[in-house]
């Protein structure tokens, strides 16, 4: 027990407003021929689950690919009245299964699981990310993404259905801000 608890106060101050969940991280299904070309441009955040990194509204990411086959990411978001950007780098961690991708906004830090759940690469995107503590819990990200600022409700319930059934607790997810986007700051 002490042993858990030194755990805990190592790793609390990076999961900060997170929800841990006991277990290691679920292993859901990615998306299948995943093409990262495809999947470059423009995506819109339409949900999530909450994070401490994502306080603004109007959140976008732009992937560019880059000619050794990463990808140059920008993600932006309003703050208090400012436009806020942060860019980093995503790759290909195993190339046998291309859908699973790392980011890394900081060269000193590791890449952070990114996968693509799902996509159609014209309209939306279900995106899961999760960080395993040592087997004992785990933290994790979900976002469904879209090529313009609003979705379908019926397309928003889909994506939550596919989490769902990939033993990802979406029931915190939130829609995102993407009202005012357009207006100067």
Not at 42 to 68: H, M, S, V
Not at 106 to 114: A, G, H, I
Request: with cysteine.
């Amino acid at each position: 027990m002490k042993a858990l608890l030194v755990v805990l106060a190592l790793f609390l101050p990076i999961i900060n407003a997170q929800v841990p969940h006991w277990g290691p991280c679920p292993e859901p299904v990615t998306q299948p021929a995943f093409n990262l070309k495809k999947f470059m441009g423009r995506w819109f955040e339409i949900a999530k689950l909450p994070a401490q990194f994502e306080r603004g509204r109007c959140i976008e990411t732009n992937f560019t690919l880059k000619l050794d086959g990463t990808a140059h990411v920008v993600s932006s978001e309003i703050l208090k009245g400012e436009l806020k950007t942060i860019e980093g780098t995503a790759v290909v961690e195993d190339k046998r299964n291309p859908a699973k991708l790392g980011i890394s906004f900081s060269y000193v830090l590791p890449y952070t699981p990114y996968w693509i759940l799902s996509t159609d690469y014209e309209n939306s995107a279900l995106v899961y990310s999760c960080t395993d503590v040592l087997r004992l819990f785990h933290v994790d990200f979900a976002w469904i993404l879209g090529r313009t600022r609003s979705l379908p409700a019926a397309t928003i319930d889909h994506g939550k259905e596919v989490f769902t059934n990939n033993n990802i607790d979406v029931s915190r997810m939130i829609l995102s801000r993407q009202q005012g986007c357009d207006k100067d700051l």
